[in-house]
C-alpha cells in the first residue's frame, strides 16, 4: 500500500468514485482535503492542490469501518500491540476499527477507555473506538458504570463472549443501557451449550473434536432479542454463524425491534471442512460452520437482513496455533484478507457490489454512530485497486498476527492508497 496521506490537496484522477451514502457511482476526478471530497469533475480540477494522484483503473471510496477487532492491547502485545493492528487496518482499508472489552485488563472503567485512545493516537494510523463492558469486569454479576463509560468516550457496551450471572442482572443492565442510549453489542453464546471447539457436524465428529452447536448461539440469541423486546434497548448482534439466526433477526426485523447484524467474513467463504487435518488456522469462535449455514448468511448479506460485514480480526502469535486443536486459540488475522474476499463474492454473484460497500463503509458507521462511511463526512477516503493480484503470504501482511487460513491463497484487490 502507498503511504497514508494526511493534511494535503489531493487531485485523484482517472477513478470511479463510489458512494453509496450519496448514491454516487461516477467516473471523475475529485480533490480531497483532511480525507473529505471537498469537489469533483470540473470544479475539482480548478480548485487549487498540492499534488495530483493518477489512479486509472481503481475505485474512490468511503474509508472501511471494522465493528470487530481484537488489537491486544492492553495486556496481550505478545501477539500484536495497537500500533501494528491498526497500520494492518489502513493497510485493509479500514480507518476506523471498533475493539470490544474483553481485554486485559476488561474495559470497565475511563481509565481504561482513555489508555486505549492514547496508545491509539499515538500509533496515528487507523482510529478506534471502544466498547465498554456491560458487566463488571466481565463477570455478569453486577452492572459496570456504564455512565462512566459513556463519558469516557465508549460507543457501546457489551459483555463480549462472558455469561451472566443469571437472567435478572441481563435484564437489569439492558434497561440501564436503554437509559442511557446506549447500543448494547450481543455476540450471543450460550456458555454451557459452547464447550467444544468446533461445528456440531460431521467433521468435528470425524475428528473426534468436542462440539459447539449452532443452538448454543441461537439460544443465546432468542433469549437476547425477547429482552431487547421488553426494555426497548438499541442492539446489535455480532458474527452470526447460522442459518437459524438469521431467521431470528428477520422475524424480530419483522416486528420493528431496534436491532441490527453482522457476520464476520470468513464465515462468508468458509465452512467447517475447513478444519480437516485439525487445521488450527481455521480455529475460530463461533466456529465454521455447514455450507447451508454459509449460504444463508450470504443471502441474509444480500438481502439487508444482516446490515454490515466485521473482519473479528484476531491476530496470534504462532505458539497460539501450535498446540493440538482443542487446546489452540481461537482467531485469524483478517484487516487485511475482507477486501479482496468480499470482491470474491461479487464475483461469484453471491453479493452485488453495492451491498459490499454498503455493509463496509454507511451501515457500520451508522451502527457505530460515528462520523464516516461517506466521501463528504471527513471520515477518510480510501483507493482501492480491485485488479491487483496479490498472494497472502507473511511478507505481504501489516498485521502482527500471521494466524490465517488464507495463507498461501492467491487473491485480487488491494488497497493502494488511503487518505485522512
Known amino acids: 500500500m502507498n503511504a497514508v496521506t494526511k493534511n494535503a490537496r489531493i487531485l485523484?484522477?482517472?477513478?470511479?468514485?463510489?458512494?453509496v451514502a450519496e448514491d454516487m457511482d461516477r467516473q471523475t476526478d475529485v480533490l480531497l482535503e483532511n480525507g473529505r471530497m471537498i469537489a469533483f469533475g470540473a470544479e475539482a480540477r480548478n480548485l487549487p492542490y498540492d499534488r495530483v494522484d493518477a489512479i486509472?483503473?481503481?475505485?474512490?471510496?468511503?474509508?472501511?469501518?471494522?465493528?470487530?477487532?481484537?488489537?491486544?492491547?492492553?495486556?496481550?502485545?505478545?501477539?500484536?500491540?495497537?500500533?501494528s493492528e491498526t497500520r494492518a487496518a489502513l493497510a485493509g482499508g479500514f480507518a476506523h476499527v471498533v475493539t470490544p472489552p474483553d481485554t486485559l485488563p476488561v474495559v470497565d472503567s475511563a481509565?481504561?477507555?482513555?489508555?486505549?485512545?492514547?496508545?491509539?493516537?499515538?500509533?496515528?494510523?487507523?482510529k478506534v473506538y471502544t466498547i465498554g463492558a456491560l458487566t463488571k469486569g466481565l463477570e455478569g454479576k453486577r452492572p459496570a458504570n456504564m455512565a462512566a463509560l459513556q463519558q469516557a468516550g465508549c460507543i457501546a457496551i457489551s459483555n463480549a463472549r462472558?455469561?451472566?450471572?443469571?437472567?435478572?442482572?441481563?435484564?437489569?443492565?439492558?434497561?440501564?443501557?436503554?437509559?442511557?442510549?446506549?447500543?448494547?453489542?450481543?455476540?450471543?453464546?450460550?456458555?454451557?451449550?459452547?464447550?467444544?471447539c468446533a461445528h456440531d457436524g460431521f467433521m468435528a465428529a470425524r475428528l473426534g473434536l468436542p462440539a459447539i452447536p449452532a443452538l448454543a448461539e441461537t439460544v443465546a440469541l432468542a433469549?437476547?432479542?425477547?429482552?431487547?423486546?421488553?426494555?426497548?434497548?438499541?442492539?446489535?448482534?455480532?458474527?452470526?454463524?447460522?442459518?437459524?439466526?438469521?431467521?431470528?433477526?428477520?422475524?424480530?426485523?419483522?416486528?420493528?425491534?431496534?436491532?441490527?447484524?453482522?457476520?464476520?467474513?470468513?464465515?462468508?467463504?468458509?465452512?467447517?471442512?475447513?478444519?480437516?487435518?485439525?487445521n488450527s488456522l481455521a480455529h475460530v469462535r463461533p466456529p465454521l460452520r455447514s455450507e447451508a449455514d454459509r449460504l444463508a448468511l450470504c443471502a441474509a448479506l444480500?438481502?439487508?437482513?444482516?446490515?454490515?460485514?466485521?473482519?473479528?480480526?484476531?491476530?496470534?502469535?504462532?505458539?497460539?496455533?501450535?498446540?493440538?486443536?482443542?487446546?489452540?486459540?481461537?482467531?485469524?488475522?483478517?484487516?487485511?484478507?475482507?477486501?479482496?474476499?468480499?470482491?470474491?463474492?461479487?464475483?461469484?454473484?453471491?453479493?452485488n457490489e453495492h451491498r459490499l460497500w454498503q455493509a463496509l463503509t454507511v451501515t457500520p458507521a451508522a451502527i457505530a454512530g460515528i462520523a464516516a462511511g461517506s466521501l463528504t463526512t471527513g471520515g477518510g477516503v480510501v483507493v482501492v485497486?480491485?485488479?491487483?493480484?496479490?498472494?497472502?503470504?507473511?511478507?505481504?501482511?501489516s498485521s502482527a498476527g500471521l494466524n490465517t487460513p488464507f495463507l498461501g491463497m492467491a487473491v485480487q484487490g488491494r488497497v493502494k492508497g488511503v487518505y485522512l
Open 111 to 126: 481509565a481504561i477507555v482513555a489508555l486505549i485512545q492514547e496508545k491509539a493516537e499515538a500509533a496515528g494510523a487507523a
Open 302 to 351: 444480500q438481502d439487508g437482513t444482516i446490515d454490515a460485514i466485521c473482519s473479528h480480526h484476531q491476530p496470534l502469535n504462532a505458539a497460539a496455533k501450535l498446540a493440538p486443536f482443542p487446546a489452540t486459540e481461537p482467531g485469524i488475522s483478517a484487516l487485511e484478507t475482507v477486501l479482496p474476499l468480499g470482491l470474491k463474492l461479487v464475483r461469484d454473484g453471491l453479493l
Open 12 to 19: 485523484l484522477t482517472g477513478g470511479r468514485v463510489l458512494d
Open 56 to 83: 486509472d483503473g481503481c475505485l474512490v471510496l468511503p474509508a472501511f469501518v471494522d465493528l470487530c477487532a481484537n488489537l491486544r492491547e492492553p495486556g496481550e502485545k505478545h501477539h500484536a500491540t495497537i500500533a
Open 162 to 196: 462472558a455469561g451472566f450471572a443469571n437472567d435478572e442482572t441481563l435484564l437489569r443492565c439492558l434497561e440501564y443501557a436503554a437509559t442511557l442510549g446506549l447500543t448494547v453489542f450481543f455476540y450471543p453464546e450460550e456458555p454451557s451449550l459452547a464447550n467444544g
Open 223 to 278: 433469549k437476547q432479542l425477547l429482552m431487547v423486546e421488553e426494555t426497548g434497548v438499541r442492539a446489535h448482534f455480532s458474527q452470526l454463524s447460522c442459518k437459524s439466526s438469521v431467521e431470528l433477526i428477520r422475524i424480530a426485523k419483522g416486528k420493528g425491534l431496534p436491532v441490527t447484524a453482522d457476520v464476520a467474513m470468513h464465515q462468508l467463504h468458509l465452512t467447517d471442512a475447513a478444519i480437516d487435518g485439525f
Open 385 to 397: 485497486d480491485p485488479e491487483a493480484n496479490w498472494c497472502v503470504a507473511p511478507e505481504t501482511l
